[in-house]
């Protein structure tokens, strides 16, 4: 195991003071700071872009959900989120452990989580429940386990879609359970859990954590699934700080999206600004907005492609003022990044070609990101700029592979 990192991010939120929100009431704040070390944005129930259990829900069930945090601590809480419940959601017990494989977790390491002291947690509509600590030593970089067990019937389940990492169903109560035999389902999503933190140190508080806010490039799709290839997995190895993953497939900037989550700018505060210690943020977003006009026209009048307005770059633009206005509201660094090249991707036409260099050419001289990262330039064919490296492409020609992420993440350390 990693020695722990010695560090304590000052808390910014109720979530981040360890208050667990309970039918409109708080409890009583928990002596630590704590700083994200993992996190992911909750999502409405959909299809998805794989099968998936958010629509039909659980009933007497349990869910153990595997990923990977960037910080080292001596305790841990998770954060669960009922967003887009449209009832009352009780959880009837949770645990948190190492990982062990697949669906197994270190014996002698599970945890009983508990919320303002109880086992058992209701999360109104729409709310969300931070645990007590729990005392687990994890280190940086290494997977942590947490499993829910849901008695009653949930209905749809608030999830995040493409989590590229497998997470396991069984039927009855196995929380407590260190093999992973009962655990016979598995799908590619996460749900309802949005957040695991950690705490446990002397030094002085401190906030430097970094939050990657985007789309499916962020997410991660064309990454090697159950490989932490992701482009924030890669970046998370490269620095000493925490990193977590704000990225959903599909999401736009300007417009909500049923299928892909609600614009970037009303979903921001939620999933960067009350992070517990986020210091930087870095936005690569906006793809999908002008592609997805494109796909539509082109013929893939697709559920998924909608809404496809017509999008200029000024609309673009103020999208990302709106992105800035709320970081710097809040102290916190924006870091721009150039939309990447798209040429030959079902997003490509003569718009979207017009826009992207429209936008990519103010994000680079306008000055009003606190930094910039080019990976239009960064990822580019040498001998087409307006299309991705083929050392680089997924084969979609708009999402990079493992090497293009690696390169991404690369670009983007610098300038961090």
């Known amino acids: 195991m990693k020695k722990l990192a010695r560090r304590a991010l000052a808390p910014l939120t109720a979530a981040a003071l360890g208050l667990t929100l309970l039918s409109g009431t708080q409890a009583a704040a928990e002596p630590e700071a704590w700083t994200a070390a993992w996190a992911t944005s909750p999502q409405l129930p959909s299809e998805g872009f794989t099968p998936n259990w958010s629509q039909a829900g659980f009933s007497h069930q349990t869910v153990r959900q595997v990923v990977r945090v960037t910080q080292a601590g001596e305790r841990a809480r998770i954060r669960l989120s009922n967003a887009y419940g449209t009832s009352p959601l009780r959880i009837t017990g949770a645990t948190i452990a190492r990982t062990g494989k697949g669906a197994a977790v270190e014996k002698g390491s599970v945890r009983h989580l508990t919320f303002d002291g109880k086992r058992a947690v209701v999360i109104p509509a729409r709310g969300q429940a931070a645990s007590d600590a729990a005392s687990l030593e994890v280190g940086e970089e290494s997977s942590v386990t947490v499993t829910l067990y849901l008695a009653g019937t949930t209905g749809p389940a608030t999830f995040h879609a493409q989590g590229f990492a497998d997470t396991y169903r069984a039927d009855g109560d196995h929380r407590a359970d260190a093999s992973g035999r009962a655990f016979d389902e598995s799908s590619q999503s996460w749900y309802y859990l949005s957040g695991v933190d950690v705490s446990g140190s002397s ?7 970094v939050v990657l806010f985007g789309d499916s490039i962020t997410d991660g799709f064309g990454s090697t699934a159950g490989k932490n290839r992701r482009y924030p997995d890669v970046l998370a190895a490269r620095l000493d700080r925490p990193v977590l993953n704000a990225g959903i497939g599909g999401n736009l900037v300007l417009n909500d999206s049923a299928w892909f989550g609600e614009r970037g700018s009303a979903r921001f505060q939620r999933d960067v600004l009350d992070q517990p210690g986020v210091s930087t943020v870095v936005v690569l977003e906006g793809l999908n907005d002008i592609g997805f006009y494109e796909a ?33 509201g809040r102290g916190v660094r924006i870091v721009g990044a150039t939309l990447l090249p798209l040429g030959g991707s079902d997003h490509y036409g003569p718009d979207a070609a017009r826009v992207s260099d429209e936008v990519n050419a103010w994000i680079r001289t306008s000055g009003e990101f606190d930094a910039v990262v080019d990976l239009d330039r960064v990822l580019a064919d040498p001998s087409d700029a307006e299309r991705l490296d083929p050392k680089y492409d ?3 020609h708009l999402h990079p592979n493992d090497a293009g992420y690696a390169r991404l993440a690369s670009a983007v350390a610098e300038v961090l």
């Open 394 to 396: 997924f084969g979609d």
């Open 296 to 328: 539509q026209k082109a013929g893939f009048d697709r559920p998924t492609y909608w809404p496809a307005p017509k999008v200029s770059a000024s609309e673009l633009i103020a999208g990302y003022r709106e992105l800035i206005r709320q970081a710097h």
């Open 203 to 209: 030094a002085p508080p401190r906030r430097d954590g």
